[in-house]
């Protein structure tokens, strides 16, 4: 049945959809009415999922106001053999976004729109094992998973990298942003050290020939999936498995890497924000031209069979990117911060009819969970925690299927989306009206100009010295001072405060459909009071199904966290808790013994019996011998040395002292005798004497 479904092409598998669709089958991949056993024997199709990091709204070449028309025609020629969605919708900023597609709940039901509070360390925190990812999801219907990119979900164990979630196989980067070329974190992540990011599998990169010959990051990203698509079904673990390939670019996330074969593309834009920005983009569209040349030329295992999906993680930074005509940017959730320039392309999985079409109903990323997890035939029952067992996510493959066959529903899956839910910010769009309050983000109409650009830097060749101040190294630099990566770039335009404010108490209300700049708060119009108060209760509504959880932590601190970096110079998993620390010493005398004899009233001199390697730790031990009347409340011993390169430091111990009856002892505390001659320092009270010891 497969090698006769094959062989008729990609027709008749949509016209079976189809045919199933009208006969209420309640599921693309399976169903009753006795069709049940033709339907299991189609193939899955493989999916692709390819998800630019902070692309603009209008940084793509079909949006009539876009510098990137004629720039991109990899891009350009899927979008028009695809369908267009015209309400995507994504989260304001990027790692909430890839935590509601691998769970397939909204970050107020995962815990992640705590991300950058103080109760969210990244570094420290990750998604909890309760809820079954994407690929864990998806490798129950039989599909071979493999993710490339950025991760930025967490990595303090491995059972919380890429693999440990699902992912049969894994390269990538596995925090929110590094550099392109030498592929280190910016600083901000790893202590403000420039530390390489760069894993594979379950181990560091470090014998990648990428890293090894600073390969910018979305040639790399196309090298891997040239080699994924021409090597799938081709291995023991591939053969026979329809292929789930999730993408996530690097690009267009700052550092943002002028590469010159990239920059020449636009030789009618100055040397700025737009061209460098631009030419980012245009990066990522040669990785999709390799794809769509490995699609082609493997089409005995993709052609028509593939679904790849186009998609974003948020709007555009404020002053980089071009979210024209939507208001506002990354970090907020005004419609330039979270809608998105989303499209499907399937040539035998979605029908001809969807080429030039639309989906017009609400999408979000959380859907992608339920949908693909119909086409792959899985139930999604019991993939979270208690009270969270449920995906968010609803089931739009018929709905997908009915508009690129030129008759979309009369009632979308979707009517509603909570774009945002803390007790910072809220956003919600129901229906036509979408309800904003808080932290809304940046609030203007950002012009297409070209502005400064700090984090605009030159593609290295070799790697820097320990000296060098490349405006990356730079920018890592400033990144690491910042509070959160949201402090940064949500300032917006400079030169004032923003325009809009919006309060619980007064929220500002949009009709985004007839409104797409939301400009006209319909929240002042005494008109839409019924419209805000219906806003208002589904806000209330959705607070308190929110999660109450915790977050998968580490017990690792800050502090620990950073010793652990600059030690490894990589970033690596490091475990659940730190090692517990070693017993406390018993007193015990060992060869730095001090035996001293009372000279004069404050002032003792000391000679030590016995030596002591240098380098070794033993306990410092002050005796009391032939002393009368040599009653201390304390001691304190303080060293002062230099070591074989001339450096100068000083160790203190201090404890109780020695009891007034001779012969007794005070252990002070634990020293490493670091050099030949040690000069002593004992405290007595006020008073101070001194004594010179010299280690034999």
Known sequence: MTTELGSVGGSFRHILLHLLLLEGVCSVFGGTNGIHSAVVELPKPSIIFLLPDDLGYNNVPWNPLSISRGHMPNIQAMFTEGMSMSNAYVQRWCTPTRAAIQTGRFPYRNGWNLYGTPEFPEELSSIPLSFELLPAMLKRGGYYTAALGKWHLGHFAQEYTPQGRGYDSYFGFLLGSETHDTHNSWGRHTCNIGVTDLFNGTRAANDSIYYRNLTYSPEMYATELERLISQHGMTTETVGKPLFLYMAFQNNHAPYTEVDEYMARF???????????????????????????????????????????????NGGPAQIANNLPLRGAKFGVFEGGVRSNSFLWGPGVL????????????????????????????????????????????????????????????????TEVVLDLSSKIVALRSGNYKIIWGSIGVTDVIADEDYPCADCCPFRRSFPSHSSTNACDAASSRAAQLDTEQGAEARGPPGGASAIVCTAEAPCVYDVVHDVNESINLALDPAYNATVAMLQSRVAFHQQQAWTGPIAKTNFTAAQYCDIVRAANWVLPFGYAPPAPPPAPTPRDLAAVLEGVWMQPNREEFTIVAGVAVGVSADLVVRTLNCSGCCWESLTARARYTDPTNTSATI?????????????????????????????????????????????
């Open 267 to 313: 030789p009618d834009l100055p040397m700025g924000s737009r061209r460098t920005y631009n030419s980012n983009m245009a990066a990522v569209d040669d990785a999709v031209g390799v794809l769509r040349s490995a699609l082609a030329g493997n089409s005995a295992t993709f052609g028509n069979s593939t679904l790849v999906v186009f998609t974003q993680d």
């Open 351 to 414: 029908p001809p009819t969807a080429a030039g079409a639309t989906f017009d109903g609400i999408f979000h990323l959380v859907d992608y969970y339920s949908t693909f997890a119909a086409i792959a035939g899985v139930n999604t029952d019991h993939t979270g925690p208690q009270g969270f067992d449920q995906p968010d996510g609803v089931n739009q493959w018929e709905a997908v299927l009915a508009a690129a066959g030129g008759t979309p529903p009369k009632q979308w899956p979707r």
């Open 652 to 696: 203190s111990v201090s404890g109780p002292a020695p009891s007034c009856v001779p012969p007794s002892r005070a252990l002070l505390g634990s020293i490493t005798l670091a050099s030949r001659t040690i000069t002593w320092q004992e405290q007595e009270g006020g008073d101070r004497g001194w004594a010179n010891w010299t280690k034999v």
